[in-house]
Nanobody, 121 residues
Framework: QVQLTESGGGLVQPGGSLTLSCAAS????????MGWFRQAPGKVREFVAA????????HYLESLKGRFTISRDDAKNTVFLQMNSLRPEDTAVYYC??????????????WGQGTQVTVSS
Protein backbone atom coordinates (compact mmCIF):
# COMPACT_ATOMS: atom_id res chain seq x y z
CA GLN A 1 0.00 0.00 0.00
CA VAL A 2 1.17 3.50 -0.81
CA GLN A 3 2.05 5.48 2.31
CA LEU A 4 2.78 9.20 2.10
CA THR A 5 3.02 12.18 4.43
CA GLU A 6 3.39 15.66 2.97
CA SER A 7 4.54 18.68 5.00
CA GLY A 8 6.10 22.10 4.71
CA GLY A 9 3.23 24.14 3.34
CA GLY A 10 2.11 27.47 4.68
CA LEU A 11 1.32 31.08 3.92
CA VAL A 12 3.95 32.95 1.92
CA GLN A 13 4.07 36.31 0.21
CA PRO A 14 4.38 36.56 -3.56
CA GLY A 15 8.02 36.15 -4.53
CA GLY A 16 8.75 34.03 -1.49
CA SER A 17 9.97 30.45 -1.24
CA LEU A 18 8.89 27.22 0.40
CA THR A 19 10.27 23.71 0.52
CA LEU A 20 7.82 20.85 0.73
CA SER A 21 8.69 17.41 2.03
CA CYS A 22 7.08 14.06 1.43
CA ALA A 23 7.99 11.12 3.63
CA ALA A 24 7.11 7.75 2.20
CA SER A 25 7.28 4.17 3.37
CA UNK A 26 10.24 2.18 2.13
CA UNK A 27 7.94 0.19 -0.10
CA UNK A 28 6.44 3.31 -1.65
CA UNK A 29 9.81 4.97 -2.10
CA UNK A 30 11.08 1.94 -4.00
CA UNK A 31 8.78 2.90 -6.86
CA UNK A 32 10.48 3.83 -10.14
CA UNK A 33 9.72 7.50 -9.55
CA MET A 34 8.10 9.95 -7.15
CA GLY A 35 6.03 12.91 -8.17
CA TRP A 36 4.43 16.08 -6.87
CA PHE A 37 0.95 17.18 -7.84
CA ARG A 38 -1.25 20.10 -6.85
CA GLN A 39 -4.92 20.93 -6.76
CA ALA A 40 -6.13 24.50 -6.66
CA PRO A 41 -9.66 25.35 -5.50
CA GLY A 42 -12.19 24.47 -8.16
CA LYS A 43 -9.60 22.91 -10.43
CA VAL A 44 -8.48 19.40 -11.25
CA ARG A 45 -5.34 17.99 -9.73
CA GLU A 46 -2.33 18.57 -11.98
CA PHE A 47 1.15 17.18 -12.33
CA VAL A 48 3.94 19.40 -11.00
CA ALA A 49 7.19 17.45 -11.08
CA ALA A 50 8.69 13.96 -10.97
CA UNK A 51 12.06 12.45 -10.15
CA UNK A 52 13.20 9.01 -11.24
CA UNK A 53 14.84 6.63 -8.81
CA UNK A 54 17.31 5.04 -11.20
CA UNK A 55 19.24 8.10 -12.29
CA UNK A 56 17.58 11.09 -10.65
CA UNK A 57 16.15 12.39 -13.92
CA UNK A 58 13.63 15.13 -13.32
CA HIS A 59 10.51 16.20 -15.15
CA TYR A 60 8.46 19.36 -14.68
CA LEU A 61 5.25 20.98 -15.74
CA GLU A 62 6.63 23.22 -18.45
CA SER A 63 5.30 26.42 -16.91
CA LEU A 64 7.11 25.70 -13.63
CA LYS A 65 10.58 25.08 -15.00
CA GLY A 66 13.12 27.39 -13.43
CA ARG A 67 11.04 28.10 -10.33
CA PHE A 68 10.43 24.62 -8.86
CA THR A 69 13.05 21.97 -8.13
CA ILE A 70 12.34 18.37 -7.15
CA SER A 71 14.89 16.29 -5.29
CA ARG A 72 15.03 13.13 -3.22
CA ASP A 73 16.92 11.69 -0.26
CA ASP A 74 16.89 7.92 -0.65
CA ALA A 75 18.40 7.39 2.79
CA LYS A 76 15.38 9.11 4.36
CA ASN A 77 12.72 7.92 1.91
CA THR A 78 11.84 11.56 1.35
CA VAL A 79 11.19 13.66 -1.72
CA PHE A 80 11.33 17.46 -1.70
CA LEU A 81 9.90 20.27 -3.75
CA GLN A 82 11.76 23.57 -3.57
CA MET A 83 9.49 26.37 -4.77
CA ASN A 84 10.88 29.81 -5.52
CA SER A 85 9.40 33.06 -6.81
CA LEU A 86 5.98 31.91 -5.71
CA ARG A 87 2.90 33.46 -7.29
CA PRO A 88 -0.71 33.63 -6.14
CA GLU A 89 -1.60 31.10 -8.85
CA ASP A 90 0.65 28.57 -7.10
CA THR A 91 -1.86 28.46 -4.26
CA ALA A 92 -3.05 24.87 -3.97
CA VAL A 93 -2.90 21.72 -1.91
CA TYR A 94 0.27 19.89 -2.86
CA TYR A 95 0.48 16.11 -2.88
CA CYS A 96 3.19 13.60 -3.60
CA UNK A 97 2.70 10.12 -4.97
CA UNK A 98 4.51 7.09 -6.33
CA UNK A 99 4.91 6.69 -10.07
CA UNK A 100 5.64 3.72 -12.29
CA UNK A 101 8.21 3.38 -15.09
CA UNK A 102 5.98 5.36 -17.44
CA UNK A 103 5.58 8.10 -14.81
CA UNK A 104 1.95 7.22 -14.24
CA UNK A 105 0.49 6.89 -10.76
CA UNK A 106 1.08 3.52 -9.13
CA UNK A 107 -2.22 3.85 -7.27
CA UNK A 108 -4.48 6.64 -8.48
CA UNK A 109 -6.96 5.88 -5.73
CA UNK A 110 -4.63 6.69 -2.85
CA TRP A 111 -3.48 10.15 -1.86
CA GLY A 112 -1.99 11.51 1.31
CA GLN A 113 -3.53 14.44 3.17
CA GLY A 114 -1.50 16.95 1.16
CA THR A 115 -0.02 20.21 2.39
CA GLN A 116 -1.64 23.60 1.79
CA VAL A 117 0.39 26.31 0.09
CA THR A 118 -1.12 29.78 0.07
CA VAL A 119 0.60 32.62 -1.75
CA SER A 120 -0.87 35.95 -0.74
CA SER A 121 0.14 39.38 0.44
Amino acid sequence: QVQLTESGGGLVQPGGSLTLSCAASEHTFSSPAMGWFRQAPGKVREFVAAIEKADGSTHYLESLKGRFTISRDDAKNTVFLQMNSLRPEDTAVYYCNALNDDLYLVDRNFWGQGTQVTVSS
